[in-house]
C-alpha cells in the first residue's frame, strides 16, 4: 500500500474531555525541535523519540509506542523530499481525532471520533520541489490509537521518486 510506519514520535500530551487535546497547541505545533523537551502528563518530561514499526502492519500503533493511552495525544513527524513539484493526494486515516501540516500548514482537521481506515480522508495538494515536513497529531479517547498514511498520485496510484525521513 506504500504506508510509511517510521517516524520521529512524541508523547502523550493531555487529551480532556470533550478532545480538549485536539484543539490544544502542544509544542510540536509551533516549531519542530527534535532535540527539545516538554512537560507531557503528570509533568513527565517529553522527548522526541525514532519509530519503526515492526512487522508487516500498514498504521502505526500508538498503543505500543506510549503510556498511558487514554485522554492522550501524540505526534509523528517526517520529511518527505520529491525531486520535482508535483500533484499528489495526502491520504490519512486517524483514531480518533487528528491533524496534519505540510511545511507548517495546516491541510486537515477531523476533531472526531474515527477508525484507522486506509484513505479515509484524501487530501489534494502540491508537493513542492525538495524536502518537506509532515506532522500528524492524533489524540484518543479511549481504545484502540494511531494513524495510517501514504502518499499517492492524484488518481490513487503509487507516487514513484519520493524519498522519506526522520530529521
Not at 54 to 80: H, M, R, W
Not at 90 to 117: I, Q
Amino acid at each position: 500500500y506504500g504506508t510509511r510506519t517510521d517516524w520521529m514520535v512524541i508523547g502523550p500530551f493531555p487529551n480532556d474531555q470533550a478532545f480538549s487535546g485536539h484543539v490544544a497547541v502542544y509544542p510540536p505545533e509551533k516549531g519542530i525541535d527534535l532535540n527539545g523537551k516538554y512537560k507531557g502528563i503528570d509533568g513527565a518530561v517529553l522527548t522526541w523519540k525514532e519509530h519503526h514499526q515492526a512487522g508487516e502492519l500498514t498504521s502505526v500503533d500508538f498503543k505500543q509506542i506510549f503510556t498511558p493511552t487514554e485522554n492522550v495525544c501524540a505526534y509523528a513527524y517526517g520529511t518527505v523530499t520529491s525531486p520535482e513539484e508535483k500533484k499528489v493526494q495526502l491520504r490519512l486515516g486517524t483514531n480518533d481525532s487528528g491533524k496534519m501540516w505540510l511545511n507548517g500548514a495546516l491541510v486537515f482537521d477531523y476533531p472526531h471520533d474515527g477508525r484507522v481506515t486506509l484513505d479515509r480522508n484524501i487530501i489534494p495538494c502540491t508537493l513542492p520541489k525538495g524536502t518537506s515536513k509532515i506532522l500528524i497529531k492524533v489524540c484518543n479517547a479511549r481504545l484502540d490509537w494511531g494513524f495510517v498514511f501514504r502518499i499517492t498520485n492524484e488518481d490513487g496510484s503509487p507516487t514513484k521518486g519520493l524519498n522519506f525521513g526522520l530529521d
